[in-house]
Nanobody
Framework: QVQLVESGGGLVQAGDSLRLSCAAS????????MGWFRQAPGKEREFVAR????????YYADSVKGRFTISRDNAKNTVYLQMNALNSEDTAVYYC????????????WGQGTQVTVSS
């Protein structure tokens, strides 16, 4: 079992930056690929970014590429999402998720953190 707790959300203005954190506890964090997802009001949850177990490979949705950076610190059991040049379309609840090596989907999810960007 892995517990994930997101933090760092808040209310910011367009153009500002924000860094989200996701702290993991439980089984070995470094054995999980990690992802960030978001869900805006009235919309389905969408993929934002993903990072491999070692951190050597990252993937991004086109909508955030060049503005967001995912990273992880396996010594601290934490994954981060640095978000720059935020705009109103980034307003959503952001979730982190963990995927085990043998899984085809994400196994564990956090409770989410709200990010609101005012224009």
């Amino acid at each position: 079992q892995v517990q994930l707790v997101e933090s760092g959300g808040g209310l910011v203005q367009a153009g500002d930056s924000l860094r989200l954190s996701c702290a993991a506890s439980g089984r070995t964090f470094s054995s999980y690929a990690m992802g960030w997802f978001r869900q805006a009001p009235g919309k389905e949850r969408e993929f934002v970014a993903r990072i491999s177990t070692s951190g050597s490979r990252t993937y991004y949705a086109d909508s955030v590429k060049g503005r967001f950076t995912i990273s992880r610190d396996n010594a601290k059991n934490t994954v981060y999402l640095q978000m720059n040049a935020l705009n109103s379309e980034d307003t959503a609840v952001y979730y982190c998720a963990a995927q085990g090596r043998s899984s085809t989907s994400y196994d564990y999810w956090g409770q989410g953190t709200q990010v609101t960007v005012s224009s």
